[in-house]
């Protein structure tokens, strides 16, 4: 199945149906699956010549997983890159704020550790120029790439392990806790009792944060759309973590401590997007 040169765009949608299945979270997820990275992306810039090979990628703001089907060779590849897009990053933000920032630490504090290193050496060849918090997240994604339902036994392994190496310090991670934490996120996934905690306004952020003022341009089933300056520029609000009730026309000023966001009225928008 999926052996040919590379997937049709069906089987590729039936590969991500059958993900879904395992992981129910991927069920409130977008997806664009489309033949070119660049279509897929969205970016016509984003062609092989000029930004290399790209089988997926994960928007947080936008909820949203793109698949370029003509860098995918198998189902066993859609597999991989899902459970890299939505285990990884995804999975990342099933935990606390500050649970993540001491997995990501623990990451970061182990990058010389056997096996590790190797992932951190392809984490900083792909994003060379990214803080250290992001490759580290890569890092912990491309662990998630091995995890498949045979691991979900070591759950329990992983709760002991982000406690010892992540919370409490006790020793440095190795290979095996990252991939026993991998497993314990995955499990949890799987069985529907992980649920996103960090919800970050734009794509590229990693945490909920920092204070937007502008007008609600719209509401989009579970999203607040914001414009936040005159150059048009768009955050996405998760009205799930918002303390306050917004209106598309209103004009706020959102502000995020401990991941709620606060939702102060500044009145009515002159101009609102339809």
Same mark, same amino acid.
Request: proline share 3%.
């Given at each position: 199945? @999926?052996?040919?040169?590379?997937? /049709?765009?069906?089987?590729c949608k039936r590969?991500?149906?059958?993900?879904?299945?395992?992981?129910?979270?991927?069920?409130?997820?977008?997806?664009?699956i489309r033949d070119k990275q660049e279509d897929a992306l969205g970016i016509p810039e984003a062609t092989k010549e000029r930004a290399g090979t790209i089988a997926g990628a994960y928007f947080p703001a936008r909820r949203r997983?793109?698949?370029?089907?003509? &860098?995918?060779? /198998?189902?066993?590849?859609?597999?991989?890159? #899902?459970?890299?897009? #939505?285990? @990884?990053?995804?999975?990342?933000?099933?935990?606390?704020?500050?649970?993540?920032?001491? #997995?990501?630490?623990?990451?970061a504090e182990a990058r010389e550790q056997p096996g590790l290193v190797d992932l951190w050496g392809d984490a900083v060849r792909e994003y060379p120029h990214e803080p250290v918090g992001r490759q580290a997240e890569e890092v912990f994604a491309s662990a998630c790439e091995l995890i498949s339902p045979e691991w979900y036994r070591r759950a329990p392994a992983g709760q002991v392990a982000f406690a010892d190496v992540c919370e409490n310090q006790k020793r440095t991670m190795s290979l095996q806790d990252l991939v026993d934490i991998a497993a314990l996120v995955a499990d949890g996934l799987h069985q529907g009792e992980r649920h996103q905690q960090i919800f970050p306004v734009r794509d590229n952020d990693q945490f909920c944060e920092g204070?937007?003022?502008?007008?609600?341009?719209?509401?989009?089933?579970?999203?607040? #759309?914001?414009?936040? &300056?005159r150059q048009g520029e768009l955050v996405r609000h998760s009205l799930v973590v918002?303390?306050?009730?917004?209106?598309?026309?209103?004009?706020?000023?959102?502000?995020?401590?401990?991941?709620? @966001?606060r939702v102060g009225a500044l009145g009515a928008a002159r101009e609102v997007e339809r």
């Open positions: 199945m @999926g052996t040919q040169a590379a997937l /049709s765009v069906d089987e590969a991500v149906i059958e993900f879904c299945q395992w992981y129910p979270i991927a069920l409130t997820i977008g997806y664009v997983v793109a698949l370029a089907v003509s &860098n995918i060779r /198998s189902t066993q590849d859609v597999e991989r890159t #899902l459970r890299h897009e #939505l285990l @990884g990053h995804l999975g990342s933000n099933t935990f606390s704020a500050t649970d993540k920032r001491a #997995l990501l630490a623990g990451i204070s937007y003022v502008g007008p609600i341009l719209r509401i989009d089933g579970p999203i607040a #759309l914001q414009r936040i &300056n918002l303390a306050e009730t917004v209106e598309v026309g209103e004009l706020v000023e959102i502000s995020y401590r401990d991941g709620l @966001g």
